[in-house]
């Protein structure tokens, strides 16, 4: 391989390497815990899944604290690839489902594995209160309800309504008619979930799909029946085979024997509800705000003492609301003030569990410019709401805020623009992470394989190009070996043709002939000539003279035009059509006849 092949294969093995270790992941792991539901009832069953992202661990997690309030009814692991903040990192998860052993406040305490440890979660577990179908429930194998979550519902409130099938057959297929009620709509919210449940001595598998009701008017509105159409595992085959009777069991379905297994079809019907909805009451002022518990707070960044003139604050204010809905919620605005520029920057609402109790909450953020020092003073922020309990008015109230601005930097001319600031930590959710780091010895373990591992695929990376290149490089020169071309020899202050093969001539041949320029095509055709003849051509040089007889008039009057005083312009297309006619001559006189192989005429010269 010449010198500039080595060179070009250290420059790309070079670049490749530095991508390899530019793109390898980074070492620090996460460990993240969820689950698909945090209020449940004493019977029933969730899920929670534990997930190491970026490490790897052959030891399961210690789940002894999970047992003092929960029983592992089932689990599993499963791993995964994942792209996180742009790299491919393994997503290890242990999937657990848990059942709650009693009512109350119960907690998953934090788990560890490979250095890190889980944030623990909140479950918030409600007495299994018996319903009107539960004493019958062990004779009904399947069936469906619709029940109304735990409200006092107003006129424009949002309900929760579920519809649960509860199967301990084995459901193998089926379909649930849609929600209707006259002055209300329904919303589907989410996906189904499934869990177990226990009624009596049946555990019941439950699909539950939920719903938002929007009632439209006060007073008794009923939800309608919902029909369920399901495939259950049954026999309807024929009577009992002879084999059966030889058996002894004569009288007894055998349909493992007679081939007829097949389910049948059934349907259900739910009983219908009635919802009690309930109108604004003649007390109330201003927002509707219905709920059970409300707070109002704030929090600033940076804090309040450390203010300045020309800074900007972000300050965040949450209303927390129990037992209401996001819709209900009330916008909030700041008052103006003097000292002060407010913007607005970002305004959310979404559903929570506040305490274990439903409930919603809104966050907003808002960006304050101090355009002077000096005391300044924000006015209080005022939210009536309707206590459902008490059914009396109350309100919410973020008391005025007073704080002293001191003098800005003297250099500074102008109020900075507000800056949007991330809002304060998240409401508690169904998912919560720790960045707890890994000890040192781990941190450097998973340091060092991951470096190795990315010099090693770079060390098989540049091997892998350079036998590719070796094997472009040999073939290329099997295949069109030729003998080096002899120097063109040009008079004294000529220019040089450009390159040294028969292409490169050709296309300055034709490049001259478009031109009108007999010198150039001239010079261009004698080196032409001289590499046709080295490549084992019949004619081994320009002195041979042309095959055609039109190329050898045209050569005739290119000569007269550069050596003699020829009476016309001279005509580079008509040059260029009988070059055209020489090259498809010599093409027909270089096939040999078939089989037949030419020794080289002239050896290439060492």
């Not at 304050?368 to 009396?392: Q, S």
């Not at 000569?559 to 001559?585: S, V």
């Amino acid at each position: 391989m010449s010198r500039t092949g080595v060179r070009t294969l250290f420059a790309i093995a070079l670049l490749c390497a530095c991508a390899l270790f530019g793109a390898r992941p980074g070492f620090a792991a996460a460990l993240t815990v969820a689950t698909d539901r945090t209020s449940v009832t004493v019977g029933e069953t969730f899920t929670l899944i534990l997930s190491l992202t970026g490490g790897d661990s052959t030891q399961p997690p210690d789940l002894s604290g999970i047992a003092k309030d929960f029983d592992i009814v089932d689990r599993r692991r499963t791993s995964r690839n994942a792209t996180v903040d742009g790299k491919r990192s393994t997503v290890n998860e242990w999937i657990l489902t848990l059942s709650p052993k009693r009512a109350g406040a119960l907690t998953i305490p934090a788990l560890s594995i490979v250095g890190l440890t889980s944030a623990p979660v909140r479950i918030a577990v409600a007495p299994a209160a018996p319903t009107a179908s539960s004493g019958q429930a062990e004779d009904r194998p399947i069936f469906i309800q619709v029940e109304v979550g735990d409200v006092s519902p107003y006129v424009q409130s949002e309900i929760p309504v579920f519809v649960r099938i509860y199967d301990s057959v084995g459901m193998r297929s089926g379909s649930i008619s849609r929600l209707t009620a006259e002055g209300a709509t329904f919303t589907p919210q989410g996906d189904q979930e499934s869990y177990l449940k226990t009624i009596g001595k049946t555990r019941y598998r439950v699909i539950e799909q939920g719903y938002l009701m929007l009632p439209q008017k006060s007073g008794t509105i009923q939800i309608q029946s919902v029909t369920l159409q399901a495939n259950v595992p049954g026999y309807n085959g024929p009577a009992p085979s002879e084999m059966a009777r030889l058996l002894g069991r004569g009288n007894v379905p055998m349909p493992w024997l007679d081939g007829s297994m097949s389910g049948r079809d059934v349907t259900l019907r739910s009983d219908p509800v009635k919802v009690e909805v309930k109108p604004r009451p003649a007390d109330a002022k201003g927002w509707f705000l219905p709920a059970r518990r409300v707070m109002l707070t704030d929090a600033w960044s940076p804090a309040l003492s450390q203010a300045k003139a020309g800074d900007t604050l972000t300050r965040t204010i949450k209303l927390e609301a129990v037992g209401a809905s996001p819709n209900q919620l009330p916008p909030i605005t700041a008052p103006e003030a003097e000292g002060v520029r407010q913007y607005d920057e970002d305004s959310r609402s979404e559903n929570v569990l506040i305490n274990g109790e439903a409930g919603a909450i809104l966050t907003k953020t808002i960006s304050v410019v101090l355009t002077r020092a000096g005391d300044v003073t924000l006015p209080a922020i005022d939210i009536p709401w309707w206590n459902t309990t008490t059914n009396t008015q109350e309100h919410a109230v973020l008391p005025a805020v007073t704080f002293k601005v001191q003098p800005g930097a003297a250099t500074a001319t102008a109020t900075p623009q507000p800056v949007p600031v991330a809002a304060a930590a998240a409401p508690a959710s169904t998912e919560a992470a720790t960045a707890v780091a890994p000890s040192p010895w781990l941190a450097w373990w998973d340091w060092l394989r991951q470096e190795v591992f990315a010099l090693g695929a770079a060390l098989v990376l540049v091997l892998v190009l350079g036998a590719a290149l070796l094997w472009w490089r040999s073939r290329r020169a099997a295949s069109q070996a030729q003998p080096r071309a002899t120097q063109s020899v040009r008079p004294q202050g000529a220019r040089a043709v450009s390159g040294g093969s028969l292409r490169s001539t050709e296309r300055d041949l034709k490049s001259a002939c478009r031109n009108n320029d007999p010198a150039a095509a001239h010079r261009a055709y004698l080196a032409w000539s001289r590499l046709d003849g080295a490549k084992g051509h019949a004619r081994l040089h320009p002195e041979a003279g042309p095959r055609t007889p039109q190329m050898q008039n045209a050569v005739k009057e290119l000569r007269g035009h550069l050596y003699g005083a020829a009476p016309h312009a001279w005509n580079g297309a008509a040059f260029l059509t009988a070059f055209k006619a020489e090259q498809r001559a010599g093409q027909n006189g270089r096939r040999a006849p078939a089989g037949a192989r030419l020794a080289p005429l002239y050896p290439e010269a060492g």
